[in-house]
C-alpha cells in the first residue's frame, strides 16, 4: 500500500534553502518518512528567490525584507507552485516551518523585524489552507491526522 503524501518545508529536512542559507531540520520531521511520503518543497524558492536572500516579514498584506523590497509577488508565486505540486501529489496535508513568511501557520512575525510574534499566516500557508489542506507545524505534528 502506497504512503500518502505530504508537502514538507523543505528547511526541515535539511535542505539549506531558508533565507540565511542554513536549515531548519527536525529529527521529528524527518521520521515521519516511516508513515508518509515527504514531497520537499520551499515556496521561497519557488518563487524566484535565492539563497542567501534578506529575510522578510509581512506587514499590511504586503511581503517587505528587511532591505524594505517589496517580495509579495515571488511569495505568492511560489505559493502556487507549491498548491501545484499538493495537487499533483494528492497531497490532503503538509509540515511547514512555524512563523515563516511562507510557511508560518496561526502564527508568524509581526513585520517589523523585531523578533514580537502575532496571529496569523505565511502566503503558502493559507494558500494551502484554502484547498482544504491540514497544516500543522514541526512544533505541533501531532496535529496531523
Known amino acids: 500500500m502506497a504512503k500518502e503524501a505530504i508537502i514538507v518545508s523543505a528547511c526541515l529536512l535539511g535542505i539549506r534553502s531558508r533565507y540565511n542559507g ?14 508518509y511520503e515527504l514531497i520537499p518543497v520551499c515556496p521561497e524558492l519557488l518563487g524566484g ?3 542567501p536572500r534578506p529575510p522578510a516579514e509581512i506587514l499590511g498584506g504586503r511581503v517587505i525584507d528587511k532591505e524594505g523590497a517589496d517580495v509579495t509577488a515571488n511569495f505568492i508565486l ?6 501545484e505540486i499538493a495537487e499533483r501529489h494528492g497531497c490532503s496535508q503538509a509540515v511547514l516551518k512555524a512563523r515563516s513568511p511562507s510557511c508560518g501557520a496561526g502564527v508568524i512575525y509581526d513585520g517589523t523585524f523585531s523578533g514580537k510574534r502575532i496571529s496569523g499566516n505565511g502566503i503558502t500557508a493559507d494558500r494551502l489552507l484554502s484547498l482544504g489542506i491540514n497544516i500543522v507545524s514541526e512544533d505541533n505534528l501531532n496535529g496531523l491526522r
Not at 542554513?22 to 508513515?35: F, P
Not at 511560489?78 to 498548491?83: C, F, H, L, M, R
Request: charged share 35%; proline share 0%; hydrophobic share 40%.
Open 78 to 83: 511560489g505559493a502556487e507552485k507549491t498548491a
Open 49 to 51: 528567490l535565492s539563497v
Open 22 to 35: 542554513e536549515e531548519a531540520v527536525s529529527e521529528e520531521v524527518s521520521l515521519l518518512s516511516r508513515k
